[in-house]
């Protein structure tokens, strides 16, 4: 069973960047589409950005030009570069499988705030 794990979020400033990484167990990695999500306190968790196994990248709307997602295959790691962050991207952060799910790791918490 994979296992993920959530971890680089914390307090920023508007306008400032953040990056994100995600380590998943297993031997399968490469072989796989992984996702960001996110959940803001009282909302649903929502698809923030997607990576193929073939590095073919997919955006919400609301993150193009600002969220970069990216993987490292020998670490099966997948990352979240985010820049020019705004309030309403405060929300706990999470990755899972893009097309199939896999068990939720903790979350990492993103507060963007003056």
């Known amino acids: 069973q994979v296992q993920l794990v959530e971890s680089g979020g914390g307090l920023v400033q508007p306008g400032g960047s953040l990056r994100l990484s995600c380590a998943a167990s297993g031997s399968a990695f490469s072989l796989y589409s992984w996702a960001w999500y996110r959940q803001a306190p009282g909302k649903s968790r929502d698809f923030v950005a997607a990576?193929?196994?073939?590095?073919?990248?997919h955006y919400a709307n609301a993150m193009k030009g600002r969220f970069t997602i990216s993987r490292d295959n020998s670490k099966n790691t997948v990352y979240l570069q985010m820049n020019s962050l705004k309030p309403e991207d405060t929300a706990v952060y999470y990755c899972?499988?893009?097309?199939?799910?896999?068990?939720w790791g903790q979350g990492t918490q993103v507060t963007v705030s003056s």
């Open positions: 899972n499988g893009w097309g199939r799910a896999e068990p």
């Open positions: 990576i193929t196994a073939g590095d073919s990248t």
